[in-house]
């Protein structure tokens, strides 16, 4: 299953890859990329992920999420 999170705050490159890495260290996930022009994260997940549990991750990495689709 393929998700898109929509975040705030990101602006260069360190932010990118540390969006990924704490999406990437969640269970579940197989891959993260963000599109920093887009403002955008896409998720590859293999198990049972929340929205919750995507969302936290960002946050507690410093960003907002603004949607999840």
Known sequence: MTK???IEGMS???CKGRVER???ELDG???AVVDLEKKTATVEISGDVSDGVLKAAVEDAGYDVVSIA
Request: net charge neutral; with cysteine.
């Open 4 to 6: 898109t999170l929509t």
């Open 12 to 14: 260069c490159n360190h």
């Open 22 to 24: 704490a999406l990437k």
């Open 29 to 31: 996930v197989e891959s």
